[in-house]
């Protein structure tokens, strides 16, 4: 079936430094999505993009959060700066079109560690 | 709000005897949910999504039928296999396509 890839599978980083999770998502699909899943508990959206913009972002989306998807390449998650509640695996998914029931790919998580 | 409720954390069975997965949730529109299911250091992988009909999806010997009138959405197989055992989580699709997940379920099958 279609692959989500995600880059990298593990990251450990101080608190306050920046980082960067980046996602390749099935290469003909529209739409972006992150989840974040702290370790025990469910996954909860952050945010989905279509056409260079955020349609919906949730509460854990913080200030310090943002996406992008330069010219097709990775869509990723900035996350400047980070905090030790940032801790958790992020999971990036992509769908064909954003209608309701479209079907989402995702890819097999960055594992992250804020010390 | 839309919200997504799996009663079990841990179910653990016997191969070859049935299984049941519940699912359960509120939506102020009229969703469609889905079964993901995932496997150790492994990206969820959608099982499952209802029909907007009355139709039963079916994939890998697992089915789940929509009830709109108990808001269920149970994830159920007639035996089940040693390879079944995973992380199952249940999601409706909300506005702009946004999944909200249940808590998942892990299911452990024995020999």
């Known amino acids: 079936g279609p692959k989500v890839l995600q880059i990298p599978s593990h990251q450990i980083i101080d608190m306050g430094q920046m980082v960067t999770l980046n996602c390749d998502p099935v290469s003909n699909h529209l739409y972006f999505y992150w989840y974040k899943q702290i370790l025990g508990q469910q996954m909860e959206f952050l945010v989905n993009?279509?056409?260079?913009?955020?349609?919906?972002k949730s509460k854990l989306f913080k200030d310090q959060f943002s996406v992008e998807r330069p010219d097709g390449s990775y869509f990723t998650l900035k996350i400047q700066p980070t905090a030790l509640e940032d801790s958790a695996v992020y999971f990036c998914?992509?769908?064909?079109?954003?209608?309701?029931?479209?079907?989402?790919?995702f890819g097999p998580g960055t594992r992250l560690l804020v010390l | 709000g839309d919200s997504v409720t799996q009663t079990e954390g841990l179910v653990t069975l016997t191969e070859g005897l049935p299984v049941m997965l519940n699912c359960t949730y509120q939506s102020t529109y009229s969703p469609f949910l889905f079964w993901y299911v995932q496997h150790l250091n492994e990206a969820p992988k959608l099982l499952l999504k209802s029909f907007t009909d009355n139709k039963r999806p079916e994939h890998q010997g697992f089915h789940a039928t929509l009830h709109k009138s108990s808001s269920s959405f149970h994830l159920q197989k007639s035996s089940a296999q040693l390879s079944d055992s995973a992380l199952y989580y249940c999601a409706l699709s909300g506005r702009y396509n946004v999944l909200y997940f249940g808590s998942g379920t892990k299911l452990t099958v024995e020999p």
């Open positions: 993009f279509y056409n260079g913009k955020v349609m919906e």
């Open positions: 998914a992509s769908s064909l079109d954003g209608g309701a029931g479209d079907t989402q790919y």
